[in-house]
């Protein structure tokens, strides 16, 4: 049965916080309705650090096409505008060959890009970039941390605090434009020429901490440490600004041990995951399932998916 609709398909979009199983869902997902997979988690586009940010293995992916997994380097520029774009070019052409494409992420600022468009905001400026980096040396990540809770203390509260650049660009917009940066992003939702469903996977604490735990001990013990170093080199590029290759960089440098780079690790994690929820629940359009259970979340997802697939048809 295809959508009697005016719009081109039914995007549905996955999302939950790291480690909470949303990945083997979107498989289950696009094998039931014979489609493919758009991923919006920004840690896995880099293909030299498929370890450290848990990108789904060939085995994983059970032979579904996944399109923006390991498709930069870690010295390409990429940000958020030109994933929508590409993003936007990619289910123009994918919806004249499948009904439902699904995405997949916990990246909340690459959903809502998608989802509801984003802002143009300012290019950054040079001198103001001078003044920010400036004030990384003299005061470090703190000062610009407590910089931001000054001036947007909304984007504070979601930020990931340990990202120097995210900080930095948060300050610029604010200062440029007189106006938060969290206010400046999403203003306003773009009409999109396809439908959104948009499902979040939730466990409970405990859970969700016992799997980030778990996870962590496997990514290491796969050789996570040795795809670490060798991107050392390269630790001051913002793409290995990110939980795990920090923490894994001091051990390297002396700073830590490895004992305390792994707890380090599961502590900086865990704080993530908490920023995701807390960016995903402001969205009230995000129907939310018990991920406990796979099977359970599996059949509670295919139930959504073909009411609302009903729901279009009637229109």
Known sequence: MLLQMNKQGLLVVIMGPTASGKTSLAVQMATHYKTEIISADSRQFYREIPLGTASPTQVEMQGIPHYFVGHLSIQDEYNVSKFEMDVLNLLQQKFRQHEVMIMVGGSGLYLDAVCKGIDQLPDPDPELRG?????????????????????DP???EVVDLNNRMRLMRGIEVCLQTGKPFSQQRLNTSQERPFNILKIGVELPREMLIGRIHQRTDE????????????????????????????????????????EQAVEKIKTNTRRYAKRQMTWLRRDADVHWIDGRD?????????????EKRMLLAED
Do not use: C, P
């Open 219 to 258: 990514m290491l013990q796969s050789g996570w440490i040795e795809e670490a170093k060798s991107v050392y080199h390269h630790r001051n590029l913002n793409a290995l600004n990110t939980v795990g290759y920090k923490e894994l960089f001091q051990y390297f440098s002396g700073d830590w041990t490895l």
């Open 131 to 151: 003044r920010l980096d400036f004030k990384f040396r003299t005061e470090g990540i703190e000062g610009l941390r407590t910089w931001l809770m000054e001036l």
């Open 154 to 156: 909304d984007y504070h």
């Open 294 to 306: 796979r099977e359970k979340a599996a059949i509670s997802l295919i139930q959504m998916i073909d």
